[in-house]
């Protein structure tokens, strides 16, 4: 079965960096575009990065455009966003995700807390 699993999430400073790395097993990596998500306390999950599955086309949010950058490596079947210049408005907790078959997939989150 489709398994996401997300890591990297911590406490940043403002204006610092982290790296999200999500390990997906149980379906044909190669095959699938994959999403990053986040929820911050009150708000409605928010799509933050898209990639398709060979990773030539990426998307973001306007909010984190220019600061955050999705990839993907087909080979170890893992997608990352590296998120630079973090702002408290980024506090979140961020989940990856894939659409499969109609249905979608998540991890079980990692929270990101950006606080001085």
């Known amino acids: 079965q489709v398994h996401l699993e997300e890591s990297g999430g911590g406490l940043v400073q403002p204006g610092g960096s982290l790296r999200l790395s999500c390990a997906a097993s149980g379906f044909t990596f190669r095959y699938y575009a994959m999403r990053w998500y986040r929820q911050a306390p009150g708000k409605e999950r928010e799509l933050v990065a898209f990639?398709?599955?060979?990773?030539?086309?990426?998307n973001y949010a306007h909010s984190v455009e220019g600061r955050f950058t999705i990839s993907r490596d087909n080979m170890k079947n893992m997608v990352y966003l590296q998120m630079n210049n973090l702002t408290p408005e980024d506090t979140a907790v961020y989940y990856c995700n894939v659409l499969q078959l109609g249905n979608m997939y998540w991890g079980q989150g990692t929270q990101v807390t950006v606080s001085s």
């Open positions: 990639i398709t599955n060979g990773g030539g086309t990426t």
